[in-house]
């Protein structure tokens, strides 16, 4: 019998798991909050050049005559953001009056922003623009890096420590990370503060995936896996919320870091995966657990009937012959794991980059960034309702796909809309947008599915690291649209089909009980393609069958 099976005799989709579901996809939803933060705490506002220093021409002619006598005009009429005049132009203070060839340089005095919407930014608090404005994607950068470097790290301590440990640390890490980040007034440690807010990204999303999906049985994971989807979707739309109430970027990144402090507190109580307990040999742990569980779902009494022998039979056959992983090189040690491994690398590189090419620069489609933040969590909602039905009723491996190879599609064929149709883009990459988030979370619940319980861990902490070296690529990407306008969509576009058709290599998981080790899973390979080959052979004795009756009935 599998573990699940345990799960259902202690009351399936109780009390238990509707609480520790809910206390897990809370902090995931400001967890989306700090991903996507930088749209507003680096916000670019309009600025130009400080004009020079001069009271007396500034009383006399006014401060907006000053202005246009110091700072150019960019082609749309409106003042230069990096360049002034070397020397007042009186003339054009005259009216249709216009210079040609005036000597200009840099903005040696610093800029002066327009702050009506956003008060201060780190852009504005550290002169972000001009020749130092890389040093904001730069911080975007290293944030990602810190994703990454999480993934690597947190995926490989839960399957060694197990899911609480690395969970409820990454959750004080965030916290602490999160309201010094809003305290240091210098840009390194600004940096180095977001890398440590990045590490925690993996940490806590992985590891609450992870103990969701091993503390629910079968017929719950599916639903779980979407909530957790839905939990991002709330995270974008508090985002634009939160922002819109608090502009100065300081109050509004320790806005979103101090309530990580609550969930570091009330993670105490949440209990270790049984699963995990029982692979690594703590069986009376896992059986205090367990019974914790029966309790609180209302089976105490089959909880207490529960001893270590009838616990360990459900998964004994699983675990008489699995080890715990040791290294990453368990991901490709054997042919099964193997193929999924790599096809994983693909559907998780492609999703990201795709995802973070559309998602994390909101003012280039020059709408009000509040509304274009609100827009991109909506669509997620029609588009995720769809996902949670074709995952229930259709499978795992077609919605993926399906979401994959539509946002590839979306993508490329925004670039043949005209750039004067802005509204008609958003909205298409909105709908881009909303596949793409979709696809993200089913893959994150078809790859907790699709690896055994030994490495999923590992294997889930690899494919994150996957995915954050495609949110590395992004901007890269993005940046050369410089040399010509088709290379971003078709970049950002043709991933994500080929990442649609690399899922069809991988097994269908809905419905299936989980697999707990490497071994296992082999075999359950082999009896598969022991039927498939089975049932062809008897198709092809069949069809000989067919043939050979019609030649007996002449004879």
């Known amino acids: 019998m ?96 216009s210079v040609h060839g005036a000597a200009t340089e840099g903005c040696k005095d610093g800029w002066v922003y327009n702050r009506s919407v956003f008060p201060s930014t780190i852009v504005t608090e550290w002169d972000l623009v001009c020749e130092a404005r890389t040093l904001r994607d730069l911080a975007q950068s290293i944030y990602m890096a810190g994703v990454l470097a999480g993934a690597a790290v947190f995926g490989s301590l839960a399957d060694r420590l197990g899911r609480k440990a690395p969970l409820v640390w990454s959750y004080l890490q965030l916290a602490v990370s999160g309201a010094a980040t809003a305290y240091f007034g210098s840009f390194g440690a600004y940096c180095f503060c977001r890398f440590l807010m990045g590490m925690t990204f993996s940490g806590i999303i992985l590891n609450s995936l992870s103990l969701v999906v091993e503390w629910m049985p079968t017929r719950g994971r599916t639903m779980a896996g979407i909530l957790l989807g839905y939990s991002f979707t709330s995270g974008q739309l508090i985002l634009a919320g939160v922002a819109y109430l608090i502009r100065p970027w300081r109050w509004l990144q320790f806005a979103v870091s101090v309530p990580f402090l609550v969930f570091f507190f009330y993670s105490w109580w949440l209990p270790e995966s049984s699963r995990w307990l ?3 040999g703590k069986s ?64 998780w590189f492609s999703n990201s980059l795709a995802y973070y090419g559309l998602a994390m620069d909101l003012q280039k489609f020059g709408l009000s960034m509040y509304l274009v933040q609100v827009l991109f969590g ?38 043949f809309v005209p750039e004067d149709m ?107 393609l022991s039927r498939k080959d089975a049932e062809e052979k008897g198709e092809e004795v069949s069809l000989q069958q067919l043939g050979a009756s019609p030649l007996k009935e002449t004879i």
């Open 2 to 97: 599998a573990f699940t099976d345990l799960l259902d005799a202690l009351g399936g989709v109780g009390r238990f798991q509707l609480v520790s579901t809910a206390l897990l996809l809370l902090p995931c939803s400001l967890l989306a909050c700090h991903n996507f933060l930088q749209n507003f705490t680096a916000a670019v506002p309009p600025h130009h050049c400080q004009s020079p220093a001069n009271r007396t021409a500034a009383a006399v002619y006014g401060s907006e005559a000053w202005l246009r006598a110091t700072v150019p005009l960019d082609p749309l009429g409106v003042p230069e953001p990096c360049r002034r005049f070397t020397q007042p132009q009186w003339a054009l203070l005259s009216p249709n009056a």
């Open 278 to 280: 029982l692979l690594h």
């Open 284 to 347: 009376q742990v896992a059986l205090k657990n367990l019974r914790k569980v029966a309790a609180m779902n209302g089976r105490k009494e089959e909880g207490e009937r529960l001893t270590k022998e009838v616990v360990s039979s459900y998964i004994q056959s699983e675990f008489a012959t699995g080890r715990p992983s040791s290294s990453v090189l368990d991901l490709f040690r054997t042919p099964a794991i193997r193929k999924v491994t790599c096809c994983l690398m693909v559907v």
């Open 378 to 415: 909506v669509i997620d909602i029609p588009a995720m309702l769809v996902a949670t039905t074709t995952m229930i009723y259709v499978g795992r491996r077609a919605t993926v796909a399906s979401f994959l190879i539509l946002a590839g599609l979306m993508v490329i064929s925004n670039m």
């Open 422 to 528: 802005q509204s008609l883009r958003t909205a298409q990459a909105a709908l881009g947008k909303g596949c793409l988030a979709s696809s993200f979370i089913c893959v994150y619940l078809f790859t907790g599915e699709l690896y055994p319980t030994e490495i999923r861990q590992m294997g889930m902490g690899f494919a994150s690291v996957n995915a954050r070296l495609g949110g590395l690529a992004a901007p890269l990407l993005t940046m050369l649209g410089e040399f010509s306008a088709v290379l971003p969509p078709v970049g950002f576009g043709a991933p994500p089909i080929l990442a649609g058709l690399a899922v069809c290599f991988l097994a269908e998981t809905r419905d299936v009980p989980l697999v707990e080790t490497i071994e296992a899973m082999e075999r359950r390979v082999k009896e598969r």
